[in-house]
Structure formats: C-alpha cells, structure tokens
C-alpha cells in the first residue's frame, strides 16, 4: 500500500517502482487492486490465487498420483526419481501436443512441487557421530607415514593404490523416501533380503584408473563360475561362506586386480580389516613389491578415499538400479508367494554400472583430499578434507603443521656440517701414546 500510495502522490510509476526496488508492472497490478489489497487481511502476504502458478496443473496431478501410487506399494520415492518421471510426463505431453519439450524439472521446481502438495522427505532411520578429537593423533600419526613412505620411494601417481570393501545389499533399502507431511510410519517394500549382504572390494589408483571390481556373494560357487566366465574382462566374482573377504579371497584379490609383479614399487592404503594385516599377505604384497599404509580403525570415514569420496555416490547409482527393479523389473516367487531377491547376475551388473559411472576426477580428488598425494613438505595440507574448517578434525591442522614444521628444520639442519677434522682431535681425550722401539725389546 505504500508504493501505491507513494506512486499516486508523485503522479510517477516509475519513481515508485525505483524507490521500492520493484518494476514498473508490478506497480500498476497492485494499483489495479487496490480495493483488494484494502479489504484484505493483513497478516497475508499474498491476495487468494496470487503467486505463480504451477507450470502445468495435469502434470502435477498426474505426478502426485504417481508418487502416492508407489508409496502405497511400498516403493521409496526420491526427489531425483520425481524430476525423472516429471520430464518423461512433459516430454509424452509434448509428443502428442506435436511440440519441442522445454521442462527440465530442476531441483528448484522439485522443491516447489513437494511444497506445494504436501510431501517431504522422512527418514527410516538415523545415525550417530561420535567424537573424533580422540582420533586426531592417530590421523596425524597416519598422514605423517604416509609421507615417509613417500619421501622415501618417490612414488608416481599411478603406483598409489586406495582400495576398500564395502556391503552392497541383495535390498539396497535407502533410509528415505518422499511422502505425506505428517505420515508416523514408514514401510518401504522389499524382497525380504535386506539382510543378505555382498561384498564388494573397490579399488583405484591415485592418476584416476579404477580397477576392476572383486565381488564376494554368500555361497553360490557354481555360479560364480559362471559369473566369472560372463564377466571375466571386467571384473572378478567370488563366494564365501557369510559374503565376507577372508585371507584366501584377500590373496586372490592381490594377485588378480593388483598383479603378481610390478616393475615399480607401489603403495596401497587400506584399513586394518584382520585379512590385510596377516602375515601371508604381507608376504604375498612384498613379493609384488607392494608397500602397505595401514589406515587406523576408527579413521576411515575420515581418511581413506573409498569412505570419503567413492562409497556414498556408487551406492546411491546401485540403489537406483535397484528401484527401478523393483519398480519395473522382472521378479520370480517362491511356492508360498514371498518375492525372491535380484538374481546374482543383476547385482553384478548394478556393481559393474555403478563403478563405471564414477566420476574419474572425484577418484583423483579424493586422494588428495585423504593426503595421499598433497606434497610431502606440508604446503598443500589445506586439502586434507578431514582438517579444513568446519570439518570434525579441523583442531588437528595447526597440530600437524607444527609438527612437518620441527621434521623440516631437523631435516634442513644439519649438527655436523660444520665439523672438521682438527674439532675431532681437539675433542678427542688426551691419552699416553708409548713407543717402543727393537732396543726396549727384551728376547727372553
């Protein structure tokens, strides 16, 4: 009301719209409801029906009831999965209406949409942080022998090797989904083989190579075989008992994915999983020549590239086939109707997907980030994620740097370079020096 009462005493639209920061058109729609605005609330902040308008109102609806249909079936829905399904309704609009589609769906309209019409995003479960300033000594420790090791061999960026296993679940249940404000309860649908785990050993080197992946399932040996035999170019499939590594399959893994013989030295960081640290293995990686940097328990999720940088966005693209098997796959029952779980053969491909579309540069910045290739000297140590500000470790930066700081002046100072010879005699202590000569010689 006050850029309509400041325009109609200055007779100036344009000196309104100036002064309130507004444009010109917008001046003239408030003047032209002005008996509106006067009868109206005034806790509102917008007339009945003002706002923009939704971009098409079948669209929405027929969204919504796309959304509301896989919730009742249990199905998780995603606000990636909403942009999806918004594009493919637009684009089949568009066909039949003969005409060149123009929506994108941007996470800004997802946003909006969800606002709009009730849904948010509910959590199945929620997860603890512990306190990692007990952890910062043992990152230091770690980082610091990294450098050693290093310094000392003058590795080459494709000879430092991250590697780690991570569980891939037979139901890769995401912990959210889009659904109703105010719902209590969650249930998400699934095969019933949400316990029954996969491991699978991703592994990559510090130049942005990944290697091929090793996949553990739970029994199955004849499959495997054959899996092996499908595959056998891309990656390697293997069982156990539980679909755990153990020493035999961490020995296979060695010399499939890494080789039995390298010309130059290697580094690899891994955790201290008990199979990595056996001794076995560490013969088995001395004799391919390489150099193990054990990443201490507890530090991972800090530390080590896999957990930081690789695990999070590889799970994510699995889920993703999951739903969509779950959603459009074809499924198999049991003789008592329970639904069976995505065949070995799925996950595989799920796996093989997944690694592929990871991003080459993130693989090369998490290395970086996780202090396997920041220089040696401590000057680039504003990289290491897990001590920039803001970050759980952060106290320990100016802790490392005070330490690099006393290793370099050590190193640049050496305590006998000044030394010569006459400062070693004149050190040494005095002592009787006796000659004996033939004639004090006496022959008995």
């Known amino acids: 009301m006050e850029a309509i009462k400041f325009a109609e005493e200055s007779k100036s639209i344009s000196r309104a719209a100036k002064k309130f920061n507004v444009d010109r058109k917008r001046i003239r729609e408030w003047q032209s409801a002005k008996a509106k605005l006067l009868g109206a609330d005034n806790k509102r902040k917008r007339l009945e029906g003002g706002g923009r308008k939704p971009f098409d109102v079948g669209l929405e609806d027929e969204l919504l009831e796309w959304v509301h249909e896989r919730r009742s079936s249990g199905l998780r829905v995603s ?47 929620t997860e603890s942080q512990k306190d990692p300033e007990r952890l910062i000594d043992k990152l230091i420790a770690y980082i610091l022998q990294v450098r050693r090791q290093r310094n000392r061999l003058s590795y080459s960026h494709s000879d430092i090797i991250a590697m780690d296993e991570t569980a891939v679940w037979q139901d890769m249940l995401s912990s959210t989904t889009v659904d109703n404000v105010g719902e209590k309860s969650m249930r998400l649908k699934t095969t019933g083989h949400e316990k029954s785990k996969v ?77 990595h640290i056996t001794d076995s293995i560490k013969q088995e990686l001395a004799q391919a020549k390489i150099d193990p940097v054990i990443v201490p328990g507890g530090c991972t999720k800090y530390i080590q590239a896999p957990d930081v940088a690789w695990n999070k966005p590889f799970k994510a693209k699995v889920t993703e086939k ?31 997907e997944a690694w592929d579309s990871l991003d080459r540069e993130l693989v ?7 202090a396997l290739t920041v220089a ?9 994620h897990c001590l920039k500000e803001g970050q759980p470790c952060h106290a320990g930066q100016d802790r490392l740097a005070s330490i690099q700081q006393a290793l370099t002046a050590s190193r640049a100072t050496d305590p006998f370079a000044d030394v010569t010879l006459s400062d070693v005699e004149e050190a040494a202590p005095e002592s009787s020096l006796i000659e004996l000569s033939d004639d004090d010689i006496e022959v008995v």
């Open 199 to 275: 491991s699978v050993c991703l592994a990559a080197k510090a130049d942005g190579t990944k290697l091929k992946p090793f996949t553990v399932f739970p029994g199955a040996k004849r499959e495997t075989k054959q899996l092996n035999e499908e595959f056998k170019n891309k990656c390697f499939v293997a069982s156990s008992v539980n679909g755990w590594m153990n020493e035999d399959l961490t020995r296979d893994w060695v010399q499939g994915v890494l080789g039995k013989f390298s010309f130059s030295r290697q580094m690899l960081a891994w955790d201290s999983f008990k199979c």
């Open 364 to 370: 090369i910045r998490s290395f970086r980030s996780c």
């Open 376 to 384: 040696p000297d401590g000057s680039e140590d504003d990289q290491i």
């Open 79 to 125: 606000r990636k999965m909403i942009s999806h399904k918004a594009r493919a309704i637009h684009e089949q609009k568009c066909k039949a209406a003969q005409l060149s589609p123009s929506f994108i769906a941007s996470n800004g309209w997802v946003q909006k949409f969800m606002g709009r019409n009730g849904l948010s995003v509910r959590r199945r479960t």
């Open 322 to 352: 999951y739903d969509a098997w779950m959603a459009d796959g074809a499924h198999s029952f049991t003789a008592a109707g329970n639904m069976r779980g995505p065949p070995r053969r799925e996950i595989v491909k799920w796996v093989l």
